[in-house]
């Protein structure tokens, strides 16, 4: 499985935006960046995902690099109900999701 | 509520006792996963199914591991023997068939604690 590489955690102040990095340099060109999210004490929760092109829907926006090596999250507007931990996710088809380490993103108030 | 249903939240037992999870997947969601989950680590794969036929289990942690999906809708996961390194949160996600999306929907889990 292509690896993910994400910083551990991050700090956001709340109503301000959040960008996310995300590093795949040995992405396929089957892969699509898939991105989750855990918060405390439930199970992760989808949030966006895409190929090759930038992608926006109610949750967040997700920025792909032009060489697909790296990609950013962006939640426009962090609120305290966002702190959680965000998985970047290489997936090439419809089987298993393998995460990492995530990043935990703290918003405050 | 339509979402993924996992049954009990909590399970405390001891060691060598046998335990079994149950998922409710979201109905005509014909994919079923489980995954395992330890404290500040990310989820686990540890098996598939596609409605009754189970296609991944290699992950399976190992032979004291089982799951079954007999009619193709809910699943359990049975752990024999258990050890306290067995203690997790137990996560249970389903999707559609569409390869395209495939998002998975995950349950809020059960969380076992082998004493």
């Known amino acids: 499985d292509a690896k993910t590489t994400q910083p551990n955690s991050m700090e956001s102040n709340e109503e301000e935006p959040v960008h996310l990095p995300c590093n795949h340099s040995?992405?396929?060109?089957?892969?699509?960046i898939h991105w989750y999210r855990q918060l405390p004490s439930q199970g992760p929760e989808y949030v966006i995902h895409?190929?090759?092109s930038n992608v926006n829907n109610r949750m967040a926006s997700l920025a792909i690099a032009e060489d697909r090596k790296s990609s950013t999250l962006i939640l426009h507007r962090a609120t305290l109900r966002d702190a959680a931990v965000y998985y970047c996710i290489l997936k090439w088809a419809g089987n298993m999701l393998t995460f990492g380490g995530g990043t935990r993103l703290m918003v405050k108030p | 509520d339509t979402g993924v249903s996992q049954d009990p939240r909590h399970k405390i037992t001891k060691r060598g006792q046998n335990v079994t999870f149950r998922c409710d997947p979201i109905s005509e969601h014909n994919r079923l996963y489980w995954y395992r989950q330890t404290l500040g680590q990310g989820p686990e794969f540890l098996t598939y199914?596609?409605?009754?036929?189970?296609?991944?289990k290699s992950r399976l942690l190992s032979d004291r591991f089982s799951a079954e999906r007999p009619k193709g809708s809910f699943s359990t996961l049975e752990i024999q023997r258990t050890e306290q390194g067995d203690s997790a949160m137990y996560l249970c996600a389903s999707s559609p068939q569409r390869l395209a999306k495939n998002i998975q929907y995950f349950g809020a889990g059960t969380r076992l604690s082998v004493l």
């Open positions: 040995t992405i396929s060109g089957t892969d699509y």
């Open positions: 199914f596609q409605n009754e036929a189970q296609l991944e």
């Open positions: 895409g190929l090759t």
